[in-house]
């Protein structure tokens, strides 16, 4: 079986060194997708630079860190713990706001992920996911990346967030890693990326994408890289 990986760098147009990372990691290393911020400063660079990197695929990042915030891996918390309906249209409008301002900047949808990972809300799910499906483009989803049972229910992932996928029937790798691991059997996965020049561990993300014993471990172990377009 050929194992299939999606290399996926987070936070394009985020700001100018970002970007440029992103870009460099690319041409460089091994990354085939990237997500990009519609809000953020280094948006109209990431404009202007994408069009020379055809095969760099592109989804859109969704950024709802002025409405709530999760938080990161293994304190799978947020400062609010529900969705009110105010916020829920606060974020259906900020959605398709950051969506349309993607799509008439000339970018093309290969799918959907956010910012803190705010899409893994219960509440805020199936709103993405409707999209996704709208749009027919995968969705990243976080399995076994999270410790869920200390977030709002027990077996979160089993018993809510799942069926919510299926209900949609919507695409997606099969697991979410934000390192290389070439051990579990698996048909498609995510590795989550996030290069830079400055902070170290983005640096260090950069490096490891440009590695080129990467590159022979992927050919060792029988991997494909490809994009979530290609799911």
Partial sequence: MIKKIIINADDFGRNKENNEAIIFTHKYGILSSTTVMTERNGFDHAVTIIKAYPNLKTGLHIDLDAIFIMREPNRFFKKIHKITPVMKQQIKD????????????????????????????????????????DLNVPIRFHNGYY?????LYRNLEKNVLVPILKEFNLKYPHFLRDKFDFSPNYESGEIMMHPGFVERYRAFDLAKCCDPELKRQIKKNNIKVISFADL
């Fill in 94 to 133: 900020s959605i398709n706001k950051q969506l349309d301002k993607f799509l008439k900047a000339g970018f093309t949808l290969s799918h959907l992920d956010s910012h803190h990972h705010a899409h893994m809300h219960p509440d805020v799910l199936p709103l993405v996911a409707q999209k996704a499906k």
């Fill in 147 to 151: 410790d869920c049972s200390k977030f």
